[in-house]
């Protein structure tokens, strides 16, 4: 399989490029050549499979001539090791709950999936590969986690101060070993931006080995397609047109989920939902696309004001608006808007969402109010409410259980190292703290 740059689709590469480089050099995004559709069978026999079985199919069917099979087996086994429960909260209303891995957010399958392909693709070559990766929240603990301790690789998190959950800050500052926390005095485009820049950096790409983690990567991507398969085969009743909603940011996990229905995964209608952060249900609704800077909400990992992973939505549509408008709606909500959700879900079914997973509730149940005929309709859950315990506490009034998992984070210090958001502050980091390859 190659990969093409969104920027010049004559600009190719193999996988194993794609993936170390991260971002292509006329910084553009990295795209399959090719889509290939799964065959009938596979939809046929969905419900029997298990969720391993599922992913390791998709896989092998979109990058399995780049990747040993025995070797594939053994990232997705890695990658698969916790459910993504589908959780009936109304007459056809799903949550599909992708917070049951290590720390308890969607972005554990991508960083695990990605931690073995790279450090399969490491073992191969003499040099030690530096993960750049700027989170708003969860991806950075997702990574850091997913990464600590894999030979040959060492990862730097660049996280904007003030912005994340004193949770999210916990299991991104307290892993040490090969993970290093930078605490940026800005915001998330600020942090994202000096990832960038660095790539584009040729002084720093000849002395290091410099790739990203962030789903600007296409081994954070193709893993976000495997839970739409595995949500889609837990509906009891197929009968209906299926809704994904989709709580969006940066647009990897939506851009994931179009990938699935390239794949052939009957997916009638994405939603994106988005915070005050609208950037894109502004361009579906104008065709207008004005990025700006991001605005902090309390559903922080997605306040993003220039979405990256846009680049790809528009490509996969190959730049026609009224294609993608059709296979996407998109809805913005506020804080109170989100806030409420929150309460009548929890009054009505003991159900506690997150702030994310309240904003993907709500862009679900708008589209549907504009449906002539019935569907089945589903919202991912993206991040466990502990980890936002502050916002959940002061909106439902009920104190929200803090997990194993979140409570062996909070018993160590916070280790990190503030930083401006001036990129010569960072180039100046960076190759005071690496040895050049």
């Keep these: ?118 450090g399969y693709f490491a073992k191969q070559q003499q040099k030690e590969i530096i993960i750049l990766v700027a989170t708003s929240g969860d991806t950075g603990s997702a990574v850091a986690n997913g990464f600590l301790g894999v030979a040959g690789t060492k990862v730097v998190v660049l996280y904007p101060s003030g912005k994340v959950s004193e949770i999210q800050e916990k299991q991104l500052t307290t892993l040490g070993k090969n993970v290093t926390a930078l605490e940026v005095d800005g915001t998330f485009d600020d942090c994202q931006n000096l990832v960038k820049q660095a790539f584009l950096d040729r002084d720093l790409k000849q002395k290091y080995f410099l790739t990203s983690a962030n789903s600007i990567n296409i081994a954070r991507l193709i893993p976000q397609s495997f839970y739409y398969f595995y949500g889609y085969s837990r509906i009891p009743d197929k009968k209906n047109p299926v809704i994904f909603s989709v709580p969006s940011g940066n647009f990897g996990n939506l851009t994931g989920g179009l990938l699935a229905k390239r794949m052939g995964l009957p997916i009638d209608k994405f939603v994106a939902s988005t915070n005050i952060n609208d950037v894109v249900p502004r361009y579906l609704a104008s065709k207008s696309f004005n990025p700006g800077p991001s605005k902090q909400t309390i559903s922080n990992a997605m306040d993003v004001g220039n979405p990256s992973n846009f680049v790809r939505l528009l490509d996969l549509f190959q730049g026609d608006f009224e294609s993608l408008s059709r296979e996407i709606a998109g809805y913005a909500f506020t804080d109170l808007e989100t806030e409420t959700a929150m309460q009548e879900v929890f009054s009505r079914n003991k159900y506690i969402m997150d702030p994310h997973g309240a904003i993907a509730y709500l862009g679900l149940k708008e589209f549907l109010k504009s449906r002539k005929t019935p569907a089945t309709g589903i919202f991912l859950e993206t991040a466990h409410p502990a980890k936002f315990k502050e916002v959940v506490d002061k909106t439902l009034q009920v104190p929200v259980p803090i997990p194993t998992e979140l409570q062996k984070f909070l018993q160590h210090p916070k280790k990190s190292i503030s930083l401006s958001s001036e990129y010569q502050v960072f180039k100046d980091f960076l190759n005071a703290t690496f040895i050049e390859n």
Excluded: C, W
Excluded at 73 to 87: G, K, M, N, S, Y
Excluded at 94 to 106: C, I, V
């Design 1 to 118: 399989m190659k990969f093409y740059s969104t920027n010049n689709p004559d600009l190719k590469v193999d996988l194993k490029q794609a993936v170390t480089q991260g971002l292509a050099p006329d910084n553009g995004l990295y795209m399959p050549e090719k889509i290939p559709a799964l065959p009938k069978a596979f939809f046929d026999t969905i419900a029997k499979k298990s969720f391993q079985e599922i992913a390791f199919e998709v896989a092998d069917n979109l990058i399995g001539e780049d990747v040993p099979k025995g070797e594939l087996q053994r990232i997705v086994e890695h990658t698969i090791q916790f459910d993504a429960p589908l959780v009936e909260l109304g007459e056809n209303i799903y949550a599909l709950e992708l917070f049951h891995g290590p720390t308890l957010a969607f972005k554990d399958f991508g960083a695990r999936f990605m931690s073995q392909l790279l």
